[in-house]
């Protein structure tokens, strides 16, 4: 089944720790994106990514960094600059031509230790 | 940023009855899309509708848009239980980036 995984499902997070969000698919789609919800509240986006080895800011980038090594893989690193780190965190992705509908993963809950 | 708003923010109805939510949003876009989203989980695509369209349907779903109002409405009929859940509109802006830009979302939820 093509899908989109991310993993681990909840991560803790230590103060003064960076920690990595993985985001895999294997629907052969060129852009991947990862987005920030807070409760009740709608996505926000942190990054995307259109081709291998290039990806641009979203609208709320300070304190995350991202990779983009392989077309099938997109991960996120939440760094200890992200002073409220306390969020669900989702992946997605889509082919680029036409406005096509964007795919989610299960997303990533993150907390604070 | 935000680009839209959903209207209401919650919504309870019965079992059978229809519902209805509605977005709007400032800039012109390219198209509009509903996503569902189950408690806890990833958002699930229901339906794009282009900028030169005004209906759309999809199964128990109609969609309309009013780009003079820059607003469109997400019907649901014959709701059903499983129908519990948030919706979100989301548009993509006329500069080709492909970037989805999403609203608040409206908490729908069935009482059976």
């Known amino acids: 089944d093509g899908g989109i995984t991310q993993s681990p499902k909840y991560l803790f997070r230590k103060e003064g720790q960076n920690v990595t969000l993985s985001c895999e698919q294997n629907l052969n789609h060129d852009a991947m994106y990862w987005y920030r919800q807070d409760p009740g509240q709608g996505l926000r986006l942190i990054y995307y990514?259109?081709?291998?080895?290039?990806?641009q800011k979203g609208d709320i980038a300070e304190g995350y960094s991202v990779s983009r090594e392989k077309k099938e893989s997109f991960p996120l690193t939440v760094t200890s600059a992200q002073k409220n780190p306390t969020a669900f965190y989702l992946c997605?992705?889509?082919?680029?031509?036409?406005?096509?509908?964007?795919?989610f993963g299960d997303g990533t809950r993150l907390s604070i230790l | 940023s935000q680009q839209g708003e959903e209207d209401p923010q919650a919504l309870s109805i019965q079992e059978g009855e229809n519902a209805t939510m509605n977005c709007s949003y400032k800039t012109s876009i390219n198209n509009l899309q509903w996503y569902r989203q189950n408690s806890g989980r990833g958002l699930v695509h229901l339906i794009l509708i282009r900028s030169n369209e005004r209906e759309k349907h999809s199964g128990r779903l109609r969609v309309t848009l009013d780009t003079s109002k820059k607003s469109s409405s997400l019907l649901i009929t014959a709701s059903r239980a499983a129908d519990t859940a948030s919706y979100f509109c989301a548009t993509v802006g006329n500069f080709g980036n492909e970037k989805l830009t999403f609203g608040t979302g409206t908490r729908l939820t069935i009482i059976p």
């Open positions: 990514s259109q081709i291998v080895n290039d990806f």
């Open positions: 997605a992705s889509s082919p680029l031509s036409g406005s096509q509908p964007q795919h």
